[in-house]
């Protein structure tokens, strides 16, 4: 089983996350930030991802370093499971709409961290969510995964479906990279032979 546990604890923020790879998709989240315990659920449940993440942080200025620092732990956690990526597809892809939203992401498990984020929110806010931390939150992620990501928002009018599209297709991009291929016989998908 692919898993790892990893925590983080600093001045502004301690976070422990649990991660397995080939779970089922059971979440436990208490990161004090609802809107993106909603989101992270939608990973886990697409990705059959079984994601247990814990946050405290100064919430009391506002939720930016919890965002942020919740990306980076999550994306160290990954980074730990996935281990020496023998055998494993690497590239995964997903379009996921929601009602009139559809968002598009691709997922390459390079090692190289790389991020392309073209969401154009309709609105500033989600209730009392700054949507510009999802960008933190990605941004944190890839930087510490070493994965390269793709996440384009083809049309939404509709902020919560804008968002809700992006992350159910992030946890099925994952899920397919993810996924062992039987035809790669155990062997290291890269002619560099390293990820």
Known sequence: MRKSEVSRDTLETRIVVNLNLDGTG????????????????????????????????????????????IGITLGQAMASALADKKGIRRYGHAYVPLDEALSRVVVDLSGRPGLEYHVDFTRARIGEFDV???????????????????I???????????????FKAFGRALRMALEADPRMGGALPSTKGTL
């Open 26 to 69: 059971i979440a436990k989240l208490q990161t004090g930030v609802g809107f993106l315990d909603h989101m992270l659920d939608q990973v886990a449940r697409h990705g059959l991802i079984d994601l247990d993440i814990r946050a405290e942080g100064d919430r009391h200025i506002d939720d930016h370093h919890t965002v942020e620092d």
């Open 132 to 150: 510009d931390l999802l960008r933190e939150f990605f941004q944190g992620f890839v930087n510490h995964a070493g994965v390269t990501l793709h």
């Open 152 to 166: 384009d928002n083809l049309r939404g009018s509709n902020a919560h479906h804008q968002a809700e599209t992006v």
